[in-house]
């Protein structure tokens, strides 16, 4: 079973940059596909961002796109998700999300296939 820690939020302007950090313990990180999700105050949870097994291959929301990229470093036993031009819609708890289920090439978006998540980070855009 992985363990998951969340590091990297906080306030920012409109138009600034965070980089959320996620790292694993407790499990072969590379057996697993990773995910950053986020709930705003009053709304469902949401995928953001995926990456596989190796990191070959990533998804992204479509409003984060051109603006979010998700890394990982199988090495250190982490993820991470890097914000650039952020925007007040963009405020949320952001959590990182992983699994094993799939193929190791597969990304997965659909959060009921995550079945280990952080405790979340707090990201505020100010406007």
């Known amino acids: 079973q992985v363990h998951l820690v969340e590091s990297g939020g906080g306030l920012v302007q409109t138009g600034g940059s965070l980089r959320l950090s996620c790292a694993a313990s407790?499990?072969?990180?590379?057996?697993?596909?990773m995910g950053w999700v986020r709930q705003a105050p009053g709304k469902e949870r949401e995928f953001v961002a995926g990456i596989n097994n190796n990191g070959i291959n990533t998804a992204y929301k479509d409003s984060v796109k051109g603006r979010f990229t998700i890394a990982r470093d199988n090495a250190k036993n982490t993820v991470a998700l890097q914000m650039d031009n952020l925007k007040p819609e963009d405020t949320a708890v952001y959590y990182c999300?992983?699994?094993?289920?799939?193929?190791?090439?597969?990304?997965?978006?659909?959060?009921?296939?995550?079945?280990?998540w952080g405790q979340g980070t707090q990201v505020t855009v100010s406007s």
């Open positions: 999300a992983a699994t094993r289920r799939g193929a190791p090439w597969s990304v997965r978006i659909i959060l009921d296939e995550y079945d280990y």
């Open positions: 407790g499990g072969t990180f590379n057996n697993y596909a």
